[in-house]
């Protein structure tokens, strides 16, 4: 199994990222995928999900305005549309892909919005 995350950089504020993550060794489609970030000296903390059945969309409250998550069954990605970045959106993001006691991780990419 592998979740491989891409997409991360150093951004000014204002600006955008879409971060990807390409997944292998599971049946994709079947799995609920989310994306996390967590910030130094802070806990990892739930940014988006992208569910299996029915290919809904949820989002933490504080998330909902300038982060979408989008997937593509066909190519086993899920991706992270990030806008008008700021600099407290500066975290490692990772990829995570659940299906009941199934659950994968990424080893995350960093992202850092800094001028």
């Known amino acids: 199994v592998q979740l491989v995350e891409s997409g991360g950089g150093v951004v000014e504020p204002g600006g955008s990222l879409r971060l990807s993550c390409a997944a292998a060794?599971?049946?994709?489609?079947?799995?609920?995928m989310s994306w996390y970030r967590q910030a130094p000296g802070k806990e990892r903390e739930l940014v988006a999900t992208?569910?299996?059945?029915?290919?809904?969309?949820n989002y933490a409250d504080s998330m909902k305005d300038r982060f979408t998550i989008s997937r593509d069954n066909n190519k086993n990605t899920v991706y992270l549309q990030v806008n008008s970045l700021k600099p407290e959106d500066t975290a490692v993001y990772y990829c995570?892909?659940?299906?009941?006691?199934?659950?994968?991780w990424g080893q995350g990419t960093q992202v850092t919005v800094s001028s």
């Open positions: 995570n892909g659940r299906n009941g006691a199934y659950d994968y």
């Open positions: 992208s569910t299996s059945a029915g290919g809904s969309t």
């Open positions: 060794g599971f049946t994709f489609s079947r799995f609920d």
